[in-house]
Nanobody
Framework: QVQLVEAGGGLVQAGGSLRLSCAAS????????MGWFRQAPGKEREFVAR????????EYADSVKDRFTISKDNAKNTVYLQMNSLKPEDTAVYYC?????????WGQGTQVTVSL
């Protein structure tokens, strides 16, 4: 079993920054992907960013490219999402995701609210 614990959400003004973290524990494998999804009220959950644990290649949604940066700390089994130039439309619950083959694990979610 895999456990994901997120931290770092909060309230920030437009143009500000936040950093989310997600620590993974339990059974993991050398080949997996960690990432972030978000869900705004009344909308479906959407992909934000992901990183491959082996090799470190990254992928971003167009809406966050050049503003958000995903990174990892192998020693801590932790993934980070640095969010800069935040916009009100970034307001959502952000969920950490760990994917191993066809298995998906999710964190509990952390609220990010961006005010005008």
């Amino acid at each position: 079993q895999v456990q994901l614990v997120e931290a770092g959400g909060g309230l920030v003004q437009a143009g500000g920054s936040l950093r989310l973290s997600c620590a993974a524990s339990g059974r993991t494998f050398s080949t997996y992907t960690m990432g972030w999804f978000r869900q705004a009220p009344g909308k479906e959950r959407e992909f934000v960013a992901r990183i491959k644990w082996s090799g470190g290649s990254t992928e971003y949604a167009d809406s966050v490219k050049d503003r958000f940066t995903i990174s990892k700390d192998n020693a801590k089994n932790t993934v980070y999402l640095q969010m800069n130039s935040l916009k009100p439309e970034d307001t959502a619950v952000y969920y950490c995701n760990l994917r191993i083959a066809l298995l998906n694990y999710w964190g509990q979610g952390t609220q990010v609210t961006v005010s005008l």
